[in-house]
C-alpha cells in the first residue's frame, strides 16, 4: 500500500475555559477533538459525517494547519503539519484547498470574480501573466459558470453561482487535495444536485483526494467512498461507504441512518436526548447515555476504534450485528 | 382552476364530504407588479396534515405568511379569498386576526432563537397566550405552562420555566416554540420550516412530537418545507408550489411515489437519498418575479414544453385523486 | 448545469455601477456637490473675480452698504466684503481638506497598526488616542494654538492633530473586524503573504467608511477653524478669513450687519453643502444601503 497523504495520529484538540468567578479561575477543558486516528490515501473520497458538536469542523481545521494539535500528531506525506517550514508550507498551501462552507463570505467582496479566481494562479506563479485571462476563464468553464461573471462581484452571484466560484478557486492551484465544509448546505435541491454533481466530476476527472464535511449522510453517501462518523470529538465508525449504508456497525450510525428522512420508511425518532456538553465527558463510552443498547460495562469502559473487517473501523464494546 | 373543481377534488378524496377547516380559493397576492401568489386553490380537513414544498422563492412561505394575516394590504395586494372554519381571512380586521393567531392558529417558526424573546423566561412565554386569549389566572398559568412543557418532552419543566431562552439549546427552544404555539390547543397549526436549523436526529424527535401533539389535539397542520423525503414522512397532503402556483396537490404518496408534474419529477430526481447513484438536476434557475413567463411558469425549464406551454396558462386538472397544473399529463 | 445562463451583458464599467451611479441618484448630494463645486471655483478664480486687494484698507469707505463699487459693502476698515469673501473661501477649503488629510494620514497609520499588530503595540497607541479623544476638538484645538501660537499653518496642524483620534479609533475597528473574516483567512490558506492581505485584501475593506468620514471631517474643519479664528487664536488679522470677518463685524452688528453677516451666511451654505454631499457619500459607499443584485 502506498503511504498515506494524510495521517492524523490520536490528534486531541482541547479549549481552555476560564472560570468566570474572580476566585475561582480553575478552567475547566473541553475537548473538542479526542483520540483521532485518521489515514487518507491519495485519490480517496471520505466524507466526515456527524452532527453540530461532533468536532468535524476542528478536524478540518487541524488538518489545515490552521490550528495546533493539543496532542498527537497532524502529518501532511510524512512531515508533521506543525514543522513545516517557510518552502514547504507554500507548498502545502497549494496543494491542499479548501472550500469554505460561508462561500461568499471566503471571498473579498471588493474584488472581481477575476481577480478573485487568478490570486492563487499568480501566488504559485502557475503561468505568464499573458496566459492569466485565458486561464481564468477557462476555470470558470470548468465549473459551468459563463465568463460573464468575470466582472462581476460575488455579492451580485446567486448561492448556486457563489459556491461554483468556490469549486473554481480550489481548483485553481491545481491542488492534489481539496477539503470542503458543508459545500452544499442551505442549497435548494436542484441546486445542491448540481454542485454535487460537479464536485463528484471534477474530483473522479482530476483524481483529486477530497475530504467533504457534512451532517449529511446522503450527500456524504453520493460523493465519498469512504465515510467516517464523528461523535462529540471522536471517530466512532469509519469504512468504506456502502458497507456503512448497508451494515451499520455503530448504534449512532444507525440512529442517523434510521433518522434519515425518506420516501418509503415511516418517520422514526431513532435516538432520545441531545449530544452532552464536550466540557464534562462522561465516564466511558461518550454515546452511552444516549444508546438504546447500552450496557453497564459501556458506561465504565471507554472503547477505542478497532478494526472489524477489511477496511472498517468501529468504537463500539457491542457493535450491531451485522444482519 | 375554479373553486368548484377544487371542491370536486375534495369530495373525491373525502367520502364523507365534511366542511373543510381552511380552504384558499384562487387566491393571489401581488408586491407591486410581481406577481408572488397566482391562482393558489387549497384545502384542509380537519386533523389533515398538508405539506407546502418547493425551493426558495416559490412562494411557500409568503402562503404561510398570508394565511395567518402577517403579509397583507397595503404592503402586498391580496385577491381571491381564504375561507377558515367559514370565516374569510382576506378581509378580517388586524385585530380579529390577533384573536385567531396563537389561539385557533399556532405558529411555529424555523429560527426559534430569533422568535423568542431573549428578555423573558420560557414560562413566561407559553404563558402570553394563556393570558392573552384564554384569561388564566397566574397561577394556572404557571401549572398550564409546566404541563405544556412536559407534554414537549422538555424534562424538569417546573425548574426550567425559570429559564431564558439562550441557556437552552436549539432543540429545546423548538420545544419551546412548539409548547407556545399548542398552548391554546389550536385547530390548526402552521410550521415554517420547524426543523431545518436542528440536526437530523434531533429533527426526528421534533417533527414526531408535532406530529404526536396534533394528533392528539386532532388539530390540523400546515408545514412548510423543503425536503421532499420529510414532506413524505410527515403530511398526509402534500402541495408542490412552483414559482407562485401550485404545480400539484395530492395524498403525499401518491405525488411523491408517482409525481405527474414535470417539476415534482424534476424536484425528486434531485433528492439526494442514502444511497443515491445519479442527481439529475433540473436545467436553468427560477425565472424572476418580474419577468414570469406567460403561460406555464415551469415551461422554460420543463423536458416536455411544446409550444402551448410558453403561451397558455395551464388549468389544473384532476388526475388520480390530485390536482396538476400540466398540458401534459401522462 | 448552467444555473445561469440568462445574465445580461454587464455594464461596461462596474466601479461606475456601484460607486458613480448610486451617487449621481441622489439629489441632494449632488446639489451640494454643486455648491461646492462653486465655492472652489471662487476659491481657485478669486484673483481674477475680486474687485479690490482683500487686504486693501480705504478708511474713506468704511462701514459701507452693497454698492456698484463694493458689491457686498465694506467693513469698518473699508476693505472691500466681496473680495475678502473670496479669498476666505480659499483659506476655508485650503485649511479643511489640508487638516484633514494630514489627520487622517496619520489617524489611519495609527489605527492599522494597532489592529493589525495587537497586543502591547496596540494597547500603548489607543491609550494616546483615548488620552486625544478625551477632549472636545475645539478645546483640543485651543490647547494646540496655545502652544503652537498663531498663524495658518499652526491651525493646519492644531486641527489635524484634533483629527487623529477619531480616524484612528474608526481604522482600529474596522481593521479589526475585517481581520477577522473568512477571507482573510482564507487567502492565508492559499498561501498570500502578510503584505499582499494588507494591500489586497484589508485596505480595501476599511477605506470607504474611513473616505466617508473624511468627507464629513472636512465642514467640521472648517467650522472649527472658523471658530478658532473667530476667538482670536486662529489665523492672524488681517488675512481675509471668514472667522475673524465675523468677529470683526460683531461691534457693528445692529449699524453694519452685513460685515458678520455675509462671511456667516457663506460659511452655513458651505456646510450644508458638505453635509448634503457626505450624506450622500456614506450612503452611496455602505454596501448595506446598496441592494444586492
Known amino acids: 500500500m502506498q503511504e498515506p497523504i494524510f495521517s492524523l495520529l490520536d490528534v486531541e484538540r482541547t479549549y481552555e475555559l476560564r472560570g468566570r468567578g474572580w476566585f475561582h479561575r480553575a478552567s475547566r477543558q473541553l475537548k473538542a477533538l479526542d483520540g483521532v486516528r485518521l489515514d487518507l490515501q491519495r485519490g480517496d473520497t471520505l466524507a466526515l459525517v456527524g452532527e453540530s458538536g461532533s468536532g468535524k469542523s476542528t478536524l478540518i481545521r487541524l488538518m489545515l494547519g490552521l490550528e495546533p494539535a493539543s496532542d498527537g500528531r497532524v502529518l501532511y506525506g510524512q ?38 479566481l487568478a490570486e492563487p494562479i499568480r501566488l504559485h506563479g502557475l503561468c505568464a501573466e499573458s496566459a492569466l485571462p485565458e486561464r481564468v476563464a477557462a476555470l470558470l468553464d470548468r465549473v459551468g459558470l459563463p465568463t460573464g461573471l468575470l466582472q462581476r462581484f460575488p455579492s451580485e452571484l446567486s448561492g448556486g453561482q457563489i459556491r461554483r466560484v468556490a469549486i473554481a478557486r480550489a481548483l485553481a492551484a491545481e491542488p492534489q487535495v481539496i477539503m470542503a465544509d458543508e459545500s452544499v448546505a442551505g442549497l435548494d435541491v436542484s441546486v445542491q444536485a448540481q454542485v454535487l454533481n460537479l464536485l463528484r466530476d471534477l474530483c473522479r476527472e482530476a483524481g483529486i483526494t477530497l475530504v467533504f464535511i457534512t451532517h449529511d449522510l446522503g450527500v456524504a453517501s453520493y460523493l465519498c467512498e469512504k465515510i467516517a462518523v464523528l461523535y462529540l470529538g471522536r471517530i466512532v465508525e469509519q469504512g468504506p461507504t456502502d458497507a456503512i449504508l448497508n451494515t451499520p456497525r455503530h448504534p449512532y450510525t444507525r440512529a442517523l441512518l434510521q433518522a434519515f428522512p425518506r420516501f418509503d420508511m415511516p418517520l422514526k425518532a431513532s435516538l432520545s436526548g441531545e449530544i452532552p456538553s464536550p466540557v464534562d465527558l462522561p465516564k466511558g463510552c461518550r454515546f452511552a447515555g444516549r444508546c438504546p443498547q447500552a450496557q453497564a460495562a459501556c458506561r465504565e469502559t471507554d472503547p477505542v476504534l478497532t478494526a472489524l473487517e477489511a477496511g472498517r473501523q468501529v468504537a463500539c464494546l457491542f457493535p450491531v450485528a451485522a444482519a | 382552476m375554479d373553486c368548484a373543481v377544487a371542491m370536486n377534488l375534495e369530495a373525491a378524496a373525502m367520502p364523507e364530504s365534511q366542511e373543510p377547516l381552511l380552504e384558499v380559493c384562487d387566491l393571489s397576492l401581488r408586491r407591486g407588479q410581481a406577481v408572488v401568489l397566482d391562482g393558489v386553490n387549497l384545502a384542509l380537513h380537519p386533523g389533515e396534515t398538508l405539506g407546502l414544498i418547493g425551493e426558495s422563492g416559490a412562494g411557500k412561505s409568503t402562503l404561510a405568511l398570508a394565511l395567518i394575516g402577517l403579509l397583507r394590504a397595503p404592503e402586498v395586494q391580496l385577491a381571491g379569498s381564504m375561507r377558515f372554519r367559514g370565516t374569510e381571512l382576506t378581509r378580517l380586521r388586524e385585530a380579529d386576526y390577533r384573536r385567531l393567531r396563537g389561539n385557533k392558529i399556532g405558529l411555529i417558526f424555523q429560527d426559534a432563537t430569533a422568535a423568542l424573546n431573549p428578555c423573558f423566561t420560557v414560562g413566561e412565554q407559553i404563558a402570553e397566550p394563556l393570558k392573552r386569549h384564554l384569561g388564566l389566572s397566574k397561577w394556572d398559568r404557571r401549572e398550564r405552562a409546566a404541563e405544556l412543557m412536559h407534554s414537549v418532552g422538555i424534562p424538569e419543566p417546573r425548574l426550567r420555566l425559570d429559564a431564558y431562552p439562550h441557556e437552552l439549546s436549539g432543540g429545546m427552544q ?25 440536526d437530523v436526529t434531533i429533527q426526528a424527535q421534533i417533527m414526531e412530537l408535532i406530529l404526536d401533539r396534533v394528533r392528539a389535539l386532532n388539530s390540523s397542520a400546515i408545514f412548510v418545507l423543503h425536503d421532499l423525503a420529510l414532506g413524505a414522512q410527515v403530511c398526509d397532503r402534500i402541495a408542490v408550489m412552483y414559482a407562485g402556483q401550485i404545480v400539484e396537490e395530492g395524498p403525499s404518496d401518491r405525488v411523491l411515489a408517482s409525481p405527474l408534474h414535470p417539476y415534482t419529477r424534476g424536484l425528486k430526481s434531485c433528492v439526494v437519498e442514502l444511497g443515491s447513484r445519479t442527481l439529475v438536476p433540473i436545467p436553468g434557475q427560477v425565472p424572476p418575479l418580474n419577468a414570469m413567463p406567460a403561460g406555464c411558469r415551469f415551461a422554460p425549464r420543463c423536458p416536455k414544453a411544446k409550444a402551448i406551454c410558453g403561451e397558455q396558462r395551464p388549468q389544473a386538472e384532476i388526475r388520480d385523486g390530485r390536482q396538476v397544473a400540466c398540458w401534459f399529463i401522462d | 448545469m448552467r444555473d445561469a445562463l440568462n445574465i445580461p451583458a454587464p455594464p461596461d464599467s462596474q466601479w461606475k455601477r456601484r460607486f458613480v451611479q448610486p451617487l449621481l441618484r441622489q439629489r441632494s448630494a449632488m446639489l451640494g456637490l454643486a455648491i461646492i463645486a462653486l465655492y472652489v471655483f471662487a476659491a481657485v478664480f478669486a484673483p481674477w473675480l475680486a474687485t479690490h486687494d482683500p487686504t486693501a484698507q480705504d478708511l474713506m469707505a468704511s462701514l459701507q452698504g452693497p454698492s456698484a463699487a463694493h458689491w457686498l459693502g465694506t467693513d469698518s476698515y473699508g476693505q472691500d466684503l466681496y473680495s475678502r469673501l473670496l479669498y476666505g473661501a480659499q483659506l476655508a477649503l485650503i485649511i479643511g481638506f489640508a487638516s484633514v488629510a494630514l489627520g487622517l494620514a496619520v489617524g489611519v497609520a495609527i489605527g492599522l497598526a494597532a489592529g493589525l499588530m495587537g497586543g502591547r503595540t496596540e494597547w500603548v497607541l489607543m491609550r494616546i488616542v483615548d488620552g486625544l479623544l478625551a477632549f472636545p476638538e475645539l478645546i483640543l484645538a485651543m490647547a494646540f494654538m496655545a502652544v503652537l501660537g498663531l498663524g495658518t499653518e499652526n491651525v493646519v496642524y492644531a486641527l489635524a492633530l484634533s483629527f487623529v483620534g477619531p480616524f484612528a479609533r474608526m481604522t482600529r475597528g474596522d481593521v479589526l473586524q475585517v481581520k477577522n473574516q473568512p477571507y482573510i483567512e482564507a487567502a492565508r490558506l492559499m498561501g498570500v503573504t502578510t503584505a499582499a492581505i494588507i494591500w489586497r485584501h484589508v485596505l480595501p475593506n476599511v477605506v470607504s467608511p474611513i473616505l466617508v468620514q473624511a468627507g464629513m471631517r472636512v465642514s467640521i474643519a472648517i467650522l472649527l477653524e472658523s ?5 482670536g487664536i486662529g489665523v492672524v488679522p488681517p488675512t481675509p478669513d471668514w472667522g475673524l470677518m465675523i468677529a470683526e463685524g460683531r461691534a457693528f452688528i445692529t449699524m453694519a450687519p452685513w460685515i458678520s453677516g455675509v462671511p456667516g451666511v457663506a460659511l452655513a451654505i458651505l456646510l450644508v453643502a458638505l453635509n448634503l454631499l457626505g450624506d450622500g457619500l456614506r450612503d452611496a459607499f455602505d454596501p448595506t444601503t446598496q441592494k444586492d443584485a
Not at chain 1, 101 to 113: D, E, L, T, V, Y
Not at chain 2, 175 to 187: F, G, K, T
Open chain 1, 79 to 116: 512531515r508533521d503539519l506543525s514543522q513545516l517550514d517557510a518552502e514547504e508550507r507554500k507548498r502545502f498551501a497549494r496543494e491542499v484547498a479548501f472550500i469554505y462552507q460561508n462561500a461568499r463570505g471566503s471571498m473579498n467582496p471588493r474584488m472581481r470574480i477575476e481577480d478573485i
Open chain 2, 174 to 198: 423548538q420545544r419551546v416554540m412548539i409548547a407556545i404555539a399548542l398552548a391554546c390547543n389550536p385547530e390548526l397549526l402552521l410550521a415554517d420550516e420547524p426543523t431545518s436549523a436542528l
Open chain 3, 227 to 231: 471658530g478658532l479664528s473667530f476667538l
